[in-house]
């Protein structure tokens, strides 16, 4: 007893004078990672901020200009791709939705607790394959010789194989949600996580139907994860250009090739900075909007 | 052991039990099997209009999973569920005429109180000014006038509690369903609540079937009692009949504090049954259970306030054991003693004040108490063990 009691006391002496240091650690720790932080995302960016102002040059920089922007809102063909991008990126969205949604109700309510975890599981592998190998295996189901026009040829339902499935907007729709079910899923998932599964009694027991249920119970109290999905999918949905390079032909052509075909094939660097810009603007807007209705939706959900 | 024991008729509080076509509720040989275990086995019984119905128990007992079948959230496996003499067995919850408060309350934390109470006749389809009545109506039974505007997590579990218990109203069911709803609430407020819940099911009318661990909740509130066991109903009678004449002995070690004494039946007779204590007097009880036979082993069961100490042996033919005092703790009102009687006999004493004896731990006195308090029930001598002991929560 006498022989520990000095030992315990030196060492709680130690964190008495450590706890001073220990209130500066934290701003002293974060300086570090704030300035690879802003150098490394702050700084690209603002590189991109002044080439969408600069005249196109080969040297780089030609004198200030405003010609990028308007060349951007002026050419219909670029407001088209921006629809295009817009519609596609929309309806994969809900696609998702509609089965992330459902997805997420199962795993969360009404699988067994040793299931759960195992379906989960398979749902973050699934999110692990190389985008570039799944966007290839579409490529194989949906091509001329591919698993779908082979099995409707055989059963004779066609004498040609249908080519407008690879190479069209549709194509990339199916490709794009297929892409993000998990992250679209998980936070939703989360969301019904919390939610007691007494209320579903409760609102089955007042008279509410099933569907009901899920109008006024669930869906109100999945929203914070809805949007959480949003913002983690709908936004680089918007930056894709590796799906519609590959599967997209013509119809599906996004503002991610757009950008990428103006500064490594046209050269002009202003314009894709330009529309570079213009994208994480919109992003921004989307983020901004998903956030509050999160923020508001869990507010309510809580309070 | 028996099996089901139904002490109905007679006593004036079971009248209003009805039978048949009058019942709110009825339970006509119910099953429940979840795989290869019994939950409920086969119980039957009726909740009268405008009863307020307990079922008590031990958890396990299968009183929740005969409220959730109730209720509509479970199957019967065999059996039939009237409410309102319709059957309802498989009737899914929304489609059947009563309502449930849950214990964990379940109420929509994105919804405000008056939006809470208002879903139920929302479902209904009902006029929105009838909504409002409604919603009006039942927040003033329960004393929530005025909180319409708030959300559940601005209140207290008491509070919540009223909300919960308003919303269920709100759809003026045939028979509400209560899953131990004081639970959660702590003592003080949970007394508060039992006459609360009395007073508010007295002002609508409306049958109540409550779901139970507590006697002392059960014996306060109920018009009827069905106390349950291994998925049996072991005793259905009203809280005089379950606390005063328990049909076994799980009904009488659950309800109250209990002493049981083996005893030998000697004669049975038109004013009550003769019984020889182990190791104490042969004497007289006013009241036996009707399975009780001559030369028999029995017990006699006697509660606690109703043992009184002698420090002199009673004359002969009085009911009494010695005993050994163990312990006495001042209590108030009362003082509580430990005996230590014959065998491994343990019983405890409630003695009010005025009436202590001059006795103190470690004194050797007699335990006696008068022949209408003392309840013979028939029992096997190895039945006794496992059954409450007296032993008192000191």
Known sequence: MVATAPSVQPSSGETTRARPRGRWAGPIYSIAPTLVLVALFLGPMVILLYYSFQKASLAGAGGWTFDNYTSILTDPTYAKVMLTTIVICTISMLIMLAIGLPLAYILAMRTPPRFELLLLLMLVIAEELNPLIRIYAWRMILGRGGVINWTLQTIGLIDEPIDSLLFSSTAVIIVLSTTYISFTTIPIYAALKAVDPDLLEAADDLGASFFTTCRKILLPLAAPGIFVAIILVYIPLFSEFAAPALVGGTSGYMIGNAIQEAILESGNRGVGSAMSFMLLVLSGAVAWIGYRMAKIRRLQATS | ?394
Request: charged fraction near 25%; aromatic fraction near 6%.
């Open chain 2, 1 to 394: 052991m028996s099996t089901q024991t139904e002490h109905v008729g007679g006593d004036a509080a079971s009248v209003q039990a009805g039978g048949g076509d009058g019942a709110a509720l009825s339970l006509d040989r119910v099953v429940k099997r979840f795989g290869e275990v019994v939950a409920v086995d086969g119980i039957s019984f009726d909740v009268g209009r405008r009863e307020f119905f307990s079922l008590l128990g031990p958890s396990g007992c299968g009183k929740t999973t005969t409220l959730r079948m109730l209720a509509g959230f479970e199957t019967p496996t065999e059996g039939r569920i009237l409410v309102d003499g319709k059957d309802a067995s498989r009737l899914a919850p929304h489609e059947r005429d009563t309502n449930m408060v849950f214990q964990s309350y379940a109420l929509f934390p994105h919804m405000t109180v008056a939006q809470n109470v208002a879903f139920g006749p929302q479902r209904k389809k009902l006029a929105r000014r009838e909504v409002e009545q409604r919603v009006q109506d039942s927040l003033s039974a329960v004393r929530l006038e005025g909180y319409g505007k708030r959300y559940p997590r601005e209140l207290s579990g008491g509070q919540q509690q009223r909300v919960a218990l308003a919303r269920a109203l709100a759809n003026q069911p045939s028979v509400l369903l209560l899953d131990e709803p004081l639970g959660a609430l702590d003592l003080k407020l949970r007394e508060e609540m039992q006459f609360e819940l009395k007073r508010i099911q007295r002002e609508v009318g409306i049958s109540f079937v409550y779901v139970t661990h507590d006697q002392g909740e059960a014996l306060t509130m109920s018009d009827r009692i069905a106390v349950m066991n291994g998925g049996i109903v072991e005793h259905l009678g009203t809280p005089e009949e379950v606390y005063l004449r328990p049909a076994s002995l799980f009904v009488a070690g659950f309800i109250g504090q209990t002493s049981f004494m083996r005893c030998r039946v000697e004669s049975v007779g038109a004013d009550g049954v003769e019984v020889a204590i182990e190791g104490g007097h042969r004497s007289r009880s006013a009241r036996a259970d009707a399975g009780v036979v001559v030369g028999a082993d029995a017990v006699v069961v006697v509660r606690p306030e109703h043992v009184r100490i002698s420090p002199t042996e009673p004359p002969a033919g009085e009911a009494a054991v010695p005993v050994t005092v163990l312990d006495e703790v001042f209590q108030g009102s009362v003082v509580r003693y430990q005996l230590r009687g014959p065998g491994d006999l343990r019983l405890a004493a409630l003695v009010p004040l005025d009436e202590r004896a001059d006795v103190h731990p470690g004194i050797d006195a007699w335990a006696t108490w008068s022949p209408e308090w003392g309840y013979v029930l028939p029992a096997a001598a190895d039945e006794l063990e496992g059954v409450a002991s007296a032993e008192p929560p000191l």
